[in-house]
């Protein structure tokens, strides 16, 4: 009888597997919006994907809080484990969101510096899958995972200075000639910072675990 209790009961490994899907639908989501703003033809498909990897990202996020609530071992505390799955899952809601403004305006061409930052959402992207990928064993890999922290949060600085660039660039080309492209666009550069600020988000949230647990 204990035998089969434990066979349908969650195992600890399981929370770093699904910490791990979770992260790889926030690398494909982040490359998906990156190729929306190549712009033209690329813009209707892009955004499907980044619709689809949101919904795969919300179905880890339903699986996690069901095996938070019937496991009795968790790996870590278990209200961290539900605020780093939300916050996960808030990165790739705010790309979803990215791209429906996108949608909605119909916008097919994009400021350089939106190109750029979305170049930059997939580095920390990637960042984050390499810290998820550290976590089973995060005694050992503490200095790694704070070093990544780190990057992530000098991108994110980087993501700011391009933020204010795009808006000022924005501001100078339509001021006199169409201030919807000017509002529209600073619509996008505002759910584009969001994105990023949602990526450091999730590293200061890992950074809190390590040192809980470190």
């Given amino acids: 009888m204990l035998g089969l209790f434990k066979a349908i009961m969650p195992k600890e490994d399981a929370f770093f597997d699904l910490f791990s899907a979770h992260a790889k639908t926030l690398v494909a989501g982040a490359e998906a919006l990156h190729d929306l703003t190549a712009g033209g033809d690329a813009v209707e498909g892009a955004s499907a994907r980044v619709y689809q990897y949101e919904d795969e990202a919300d179905e880890i996020t339903r699986q996690v809080m069901v095996a938070v609530r019937r496991s009795f071992i968790t790996p870590f505390d278990r209200s961290d484990i539900q605020l780093l799955t939300t916050s996960l899952d808030d990165a790739i809601d705010q790309m979803r969101k990215t791209a429906k403004v996108v949608s909605l305006f119909e916008v097919k061409t994009f400021e350089p510096q939106m190109r750029e930052m979305t170049k ?95």
């Fill in 120 to 214: 930059i959402i997939v580095e920390a992207a990637k960042l984050t899958e390499e810290a998820v990928a550290l976590l089973p064993k995060m005694r050992v890999n503490a200095h790694q995972l704070n070093e990544i922290a780190i990057k992530i949060t000098q991108i994110e600085e980087q993501s700011d200075q391009m933020y204010d660039q795009g808006r000022k660039e924005l501001f100078v080309t339509h001021r006199n000639s169409d201030p919807m492209a000017f509002i529209v666009g600073i619509d996008i550069y505002s759910h584009l910072e969001k994105v990023m600020d949602r990526f450091e988000d999730v590293a200061n949230r890992i950074s809190g675990i390590v040192v809980e647990q470190v």
